[in-house]
């Protein structure tokens, strides 16, 4: 009897003890000692100092796979304070995904053995790329972009399975390590915006796809296998031209009469030479003069696009463009300025990867014109997006009522669609008019493009429907509206937003204008930002909606682009020429962050006559700060920080430029926008009433 009871008292230990944890001791202490380190941040809910049960009690971010921890997924969630020390006790985690927080200290030593996937972008590491990462052989993709490494070993002979490395965008300096030549699965290599010398020799015979190293100081020949990666992007760096074939001299280098003693001068050679050479140029020209004639209508179409050489600049020109050094200087009471440049912030996610290659349109040139080709069947199974009938999208709109209706913008109206599993979706229907030849394979480009976007700030597709000549597109449900509604609309159940919330909003927009900008290949202009496409989810978190239908919006269509200008929105050269870059999503974003921050309409026709345009009136006194603290949003009743304000000013005095060229990138938006957060301490030091002055002195000496 006592063995039975003996027996039935360690098997009830036993079923206790699985009840208290259904996790892995190892990985529970792990993620036990990071919370500590981290600070126990309240955003990592469920998460416990000691003890706990993340695989039973859902920890945030936290995936199992039975009782092992195999993913932490904790992207955008303002984590401050280092990786630690304790990572390497977490041995079943495969993807560790900590983008778009503010980590700062190197990258430890200590990080999951077996992982596959690591993304640490969009923080403040520091120092060495660590060797630690070149044991980890199971190593797929690795994105420690936006940071503000220095150093880097060579050290990657072992990671044989890499397909994607990201290291763009900090201040790596020095040749390319030559293991990269060992790297033997790689497809996509980003290097721009970092400090790299020396050739790209280590690169020759990758697999690459995609190849990035814009705006580094490479120097010498490219080598030719390169030159035939489809989406290579290579500009800002001090590329060699290589001598062709017979140039050299028999000597290896280029033809100096000087340089080998000789006199200086044409010889017989050189007379017969140039003589060849007019007879050729005079073959050329009557070759040209023919096929003039023979194809007149060829020509016109050609000369028009010379007419408009803005509309040819690619994405990679515009972002070329240099900016005057003090474009993005911050108030003389910023920190003493360091030599270090200053590092961009990202907007990636675990999904944040360019997207393919869209091989039948490209959104940068959307203003060319139009040519009769013939269309090209897209293949749809690439498109990430359900497939709905008419049937379904009118039982759960309620036959597109006007009780369902929620908004009216340039391309239909968008209804709320309740479907039988509780599920909410937006449904937006597509004007047929706004395709440019009315035709379904016009659409589905539009779907198949927009399906490429995976953004956590940009407004998910989620399915579309193309019958019986309907078009429609259908998105994420955000709750609590748009920007637009939640500052300009008075509605009982909404509180004001306040300077963190809108500082917040502002980030995440640019974020995904970002992503659109700089990260998307070929880049996607946006074309329509406004408040009203700035949607607002349960925790103020703004998704951007209308990404990818660009292409409805051409831009000769001067109806809309005047339409846009009206709107108070529009950059000064869309308004004259009605043609869009990435430059005027830029400008329309300043306008965008001055509603945040005045609450008041980008055109207000109620209001006196100088102050109906919001930028005109408000520009001249963007680096006032007495004049600041009279045009903030009297809905914030004085709760802000006074040189958070004095920054977040300086953010929009740069955007909304009248030359497009002084605007910044996003990607220097955003960064700009990083630090007005990390150095703000929002949530400690705020204004108000009677303390006002003591508060400016306070951020006067900071």
Same mark, same amino acid.
């Not at 408000?618 to 709760?639: C, N």
């Given at each position: 009897?006592?063995?039975? @009871?003996?027996?039935?008292?360690?098997?009830?230990?036993?079923?206790?003890?699985?009840?208290?944890?259904?996790?892995?001791?190892?990985?529970?202490? !792990?993620?036990?000692?990071?919370?500590?380190?981290?600070?126990?941040?309240?955003?990592?809910?469920?998460?416990?100092? %000691?003890?706990?049960?993340?695989?039973?009690?859902?920890?945030?971010?936290?995936?199992?796979?039975?009782?092992?921890?195999?993913?932490?997924?904790?992207?955008?969630?303002? @984590?401050?304070?280092?990786?630690?020390?304790?990572?390497?006790?977490?041995?079943?985690?495969?993807?560790?995904?900590?983008?778009?927080?503010?980590?700062?200290?190197?990258?430890?030593?200590?990080?999951?053995?077996?992982?596959?996937?690591?993304?640490?972008?969009?923080? /403040?590491?520091?120092?060495?790329?660590?060797?630690?990462? #070149?044991?980890?052989?199971?190593?797929?993709?690795?994105?420690?972009?936006?940071?503000?490494?220095?150093?880097?070993?060579?050290?990657?002979?072992?990671?044989?399975?890499?397909?994607?490395?990201?290291? /763009?965008?900090?201040?790596?300096?020095?040749?390319? &390590?030559?293991?990269?030549? #060992?790297?033997?699965?790689?497809?996509?290599?980003?290097?721009?915006?970092?400090?790299?010398?020396?050739?790209?020799?280590? @690169?020759?015979?990758?697999?690459?796809?995609?190849?990035?190293?814009?705006?580094? =100081?490479?120097?010498?020949?490219?080598? &030719?296998?390169?030159?035939?990666?489809?989406?290579?992007?290579?500009?800002?760096?001090?590329?060699?031209?290589?001598?062709?074939?017979?140039?050299?001299?028999?000597?290896?280098?280029?033809?100096?009469?000087?340089?080998?003693?000789?006199?200086?001068?044409?010889?017989?050679?050189?007379?017969?030479?140039?003589?060849?050479?007019?007879?050729?140029?005079?073959?050329?020209?009557?070759?040209?003069?023919?096929?003039?004639?023979?194809?007149?209508?060829?020509?016109?179409?050609?000369?028009?696009?010379?007419?408009?050489?803005?509309?040819?600049?690619? %994405?990679?020109?515009?972002?070329?463009?240099?900016? =005057?050094?003090? !474009?993005?200087?911050?108030?003389?009471?910023?920190?003493?300025?360091?030599?270090?440049?200053?590092?961009?912030?990202?907007?990636?996610?675990?999904?944040?990867?360019?997207?393919?290659?869209?091989?039948?349109?490209?959104?940068?040139?959307?203003?060319?014109?139009?040519?009769?080709?013939?269309?090209?069947?897209?293949?749809?199974?690439?498109?990430?997006?359900?497939?709905?009938?008419?049937?379904?999208?009118?039982?759960?709109?309620?036959?597109?009522?006007?009780?369902?209706?929620?908004?009216?913008?340039?391309?239909?109206?968008?209804?709320?669609?309740?479907?039988?599993?509780?599920?909410?979706?937006?449904?937006?229907?597509?004007? /047929?008019?706004?395709? &440019?030849?009315?035709? &379904?394979?016009?659409?589905?480009?539009?779907?198949?493009?927009?399906?490429?976007?995976?953004?956590?700030?940009?407004?998910?597709?989620?399915?579309?429907?193309?019958?019986?000549?309907?078009?429609?597109?259908?998105?994420?449900?955000?709750?609590?509206?748009?920007?637009?509604?939640?500052? =300009?609309?008075?509605?009982?159940?909404?509180?004001?937003?306040?300077?963190?919330?809108?500082?917040?909003?502002?980030?995440?927009?640019?974020?995904? @204008?970002?992503?659109?900008?700089?990260?998307? #290949?070929?880049?996607?202009?946006?074309?329509?930002?406004?408040?009203?496409?700035?949607?607002?989810?349960?925790?103020?978190?703004?998704?951007?909606?209308?990404?990818?239908? +660009?292409?409805?919006?051409?831009?000769?269509?001067?109806?809309? %682009?005047?339409?846009?200008?009206?709107?108070?929105?529009? +950059?000064?050269?869309?308004?004259?020429?009605?043609?869009?870059?990435?430059?005027?999503?830029?400008?329309?974003?300043?306008?965008?962050?001055?509603?945040?921050?005045?609450?008041?309409?980008?055109?207000?026709?109620?209001?006196?006559? =100088?102050?109906?345009?919001?930028?005109?009136?408000?520009?001249?006194?963007?680096?006032?700060?007495?004049?600041?603290?009279?045009?903030?949003?009297? +809905?914030?009743?004085?709760?802000?920080?006074?040189?958070?304000?004095?920054?977040?000013?300086?953010?929009?005095?740069?955007?909304?430029?009248?030359?497009?060229?002084?605007?910044?990138?996003?990607?220097?938006?955003?960064?700009?926008?990083?630090?007005?957060?990390?150095?703000?301490?929002?949530?400690?030091?705020?204004?108000?009433?009677?303390?006002?002055?003591?508060?400016?002195?306070?951020?006067?000496?900071?």
């Amino acid at each position: 009897m006592w063995k039975f @009871l003996a027996l039935f008292s360690y098997t009830l230990l036993c079923n206790l003890a699985s009840v208290r944890s259904d996790t892995d001791q190892s990985d529970v202490s !792990a993620l036990n000692t990071w919370y500590n380190i981290l600070g126990s941040p309240s955003q990592l809910t469920g998460w416990s100092l %000691s003890e706990g049960d993340p695989c039973g009690q859902s920890w945030t971010g936290v995936t199992c796979s039975g009782s092992a921890v195999t993913e932490i997924k904790l992207s955008g969630l303002g @984590l401050s304070g280092s990786l630690g020390y304790s990572l390497d006790g977490l041995k079943s985690v495969i993807n560790l995904d900590l983008n778009n927080n503010n980590l700062t200290g190197q990258i430890p030593y200590q990080l999951p053995p077996n992982c596959q996937q690591i993304n640490l972008a969009g923080n /403040s590491l520091t120092g060495d790329f660590q060797y630690s990462i #070149s044991l980890m052989t199971n190593l797929t993709y690795i994105n420690l972009s936006h940071n503000q490494l220095q150093n880097m070993g060579d050290f990657f002979g072992k990671l044989t399975k890499l397909t994607e490395l990201d290291l /763009s965008f900090n201040n790596l300096s020095g040749n390319l &390590p030559s293991t990269f030549s #060992s790297l033997s699965s790689l497809t996509t290599l980003y290097l721009q915006n970092n400090q790299f010398t020396g050739s790209l020799d280590a @690169l020759t015979y990758l697999p690459l796809l995609n190849l990035n190293v814009a705006n580094n =100081h490479f120097s010498g020949a490219i080598p &030719p296998q390169l030159l035939t990666i489809k989406n290579f992007q290579r500009d800002g760096n001090s590329w060699g031209i290589s001598s062709p074939p017979g140039t050299d001299g028999g000597n290896g280098g280029p033809t100096s009469g000087d340089a080998r003693g000789k006199k200086s001068g044409l010889s017989g050679g050189g007379v017969a030479g140039i003589v060849i050479a007019f007879l050729v140029f005079g073959t050329v020209v009557a070759c040209f003069i023919l096929r003039r004639r023979r194809s007149k209508s060829t020509f016109d179409e050609e000369k028009l696009n010379e007419d408009h050489p803005f509309s040819l600049l690619g %994405s990679n020109e515009i972002r070329g463009n240099q900016i =005057h050094a003090s !474009a993005l200087e911050m108030k003389s009471t910023e920190s003493s300025a360091s030599t270090t440049p200053m590092k961009l912030e990202p907007s990636r996610s675990e999904v944040l990867k360019p997207p393919p290659i869209n091989h039948y349109k490209s959104f940068e040139n959307d203003y060319l014109p139009k040519r009769n080709v013939t269309v090209k069947r897209i293949d749809m199974t690439s498109v990430n997006a359900s497939v709905h009938s008419i049937a379904d999208l009118q039982m759960a709109t309620g036959s597109f009522s006007m009780d369902n209706l929620i908004g009216e913008g340039s391309f239909g109206c968008v209804y709320k669609a309740q479907f039988a599993d509780g599920k909410v979706f937006a449904v937006k229907k597509v004007d /047929s008019s706004s395709l &440019p030849n009315q035709e &379904p394979d016009d659409f589905m480009e539009v779907v198949f493009s927009i399906s490429q976007l995976h953004h956590p700030n940009i407004n998910e597709l989620v399915g579309y429907c193309c019958e019986h000549s309907q078009y429609l597109l259908v998105y994420e449900f955000q709750e609590n509206g748009s920007l637009h509604d939640y500052l =300009h609309l008075v509605v009982d159940y909404t509180k004001p937003l306040t300077w963190n919330a809108r500082v917040k909003i502002a980030l995440g927009t640019a974020r995904a @204008l970002e992503y659109l900008h700089e990260v998307c #290949s070929p880049s996607v202009i946006h074309k329509n930002l406004k408040s009203a496409n700035i949607l607002l989810d349960n925790d103020l978190n703004p998704h951007l909606s209308d990404c990818g239908l +660009a292409s409805l919006v051409p831009s000769t269509n001067h109806q809309v %682009s005047h339409q846009h200008s009206c709107s108070g929105y529009s +950059a000064p050269e869309v308004a004259m020429s009605g043609e869009y870059t990435l430059k005027s999503d830029v400008y329309s974003f300043g306008v965008v962050m001055l509603e945040l921050m005045t609450g008041r309409m980008p055109f207000d026709s109620s209001r006196p006559r =100088h102050e109906q345009s919001l930028v005109r009136w408000a520009t001249p006194q963007l680096h006032d700060i007495d004049a600041l603290t009279k045009m903030v949003d009297p +809905a914030l009743k004085e709760l802000y920080p006074v040189k958070s304000l004095s920054r977040f000013a300086d953010v929009i005095a740069l955007c909304v430029q009248p030359e497009p060229e002084f605007r910044p990138p996003m990607s220097e938006v955003v960064q700009s926008l990083v630090t007005l957060v990390q150095r703000a301490n929002m949530s400690k030091r705020t204004v108000g009433g009677e303390n006002m002055s003591s508060h400016l002195d306070d951020d006067a000496e900071s």
